[in-house]
């Protein structure tokens, strides 16, 4: 378990910790531009928790990893939704029989939100690699290490793999970057801001080397 040197710990989440993963996520996202763009429209927070609860439920949670940043209390202060290589087949446009509920989710907003994602697909790498999906950290509980702490607890367990991430502002991939990503392309005629990458930890190529 990371512990880091603050008044919260971070760690896979339980399932008591869910729900509060999901309002973390929620409050971070509300306004993120990438977010906006794929739901839009009226009551944006209400929907923005539904898709992470039914994202969580279908993907996250049977085939995924969440780890969360709890406090002393109990609360649940950030959540970070990562998928190792295995866990990324049969994603948002993989799987049809999820799109009756996205569109109960997304409703007129659905076609919007599949042109995003066709373009984040198109961008991403095709080496297998772990994708975050998204960090978000509470309104409540920002500028206190939380959404580093989250980077650094799964990285420090990605083995020999990369990982790979869009980030959907030019503040958040800063934030990526002092934390071992670095820049692949920014996305053009719209957002997410940036694509990034963070190198295999230990090198394949050197462990082939010296078993020989």
């Known amino acids: 378990m990371f512990t880091p040197p603050s008044t919260f710990e971070v760690r896979e989440a339980q399932d008591s910790e869910i729900e509060g993963a999901i309002e973390a996520l929620s409050d971070a996202f509300q306004t993120d531009p990438v977010m906006s763009m794929a739901v839009g429209g009226v009551n944006k927070l209400s929907t923005v928790r539904r898709l992470f609860r039914f994202q969580i439920e279908t993907t996250y949670k ?28 049969g994603n948002f446009l993989g799987d049809v029989k999820a799109l009756p509920r996205y569109f ?27 994708y975050l999906y998204t960090i978000g950290v509470h309104s409540d509980a920002r500028s206190r290490g939380v959404g580093g702490a989250l980077l650094d607890f799964r990285r420090q367990q990605l083995g020999e793999s990369p990982a790979y991430l869009e980030a959907s502002t030019f503040r958040s991939a800063a934030l990526y970057r002092r934390h071992g990503f670095f820049e692949l392309g920014t996305f053009k005629g719209g957002k997410p801001a940036v694509g990034m990458w963070h190198p295999a930890p230990s090198s394949s190529i050197d462990a082939a080397v010296e078993n020989k």
Do not use: C, M, S
């Open 104 to 130: 109960r989710i997304l409703g007129l907003a659905l076609p919007r939100g599949v042109i995003t994602e066709l373009k984040l697909l198109r961008a991403r790498p095709q080496f297998k690699h772990w």
């Open 62 to 89: 049977p085939r995924g990893k969440i780890d969360v940043a709890v406090d002393e209390e109990g609360t649940v202060l950030g959540a970070a939704l990562w998928l190792n290589p295995e866990g990324q087949k």
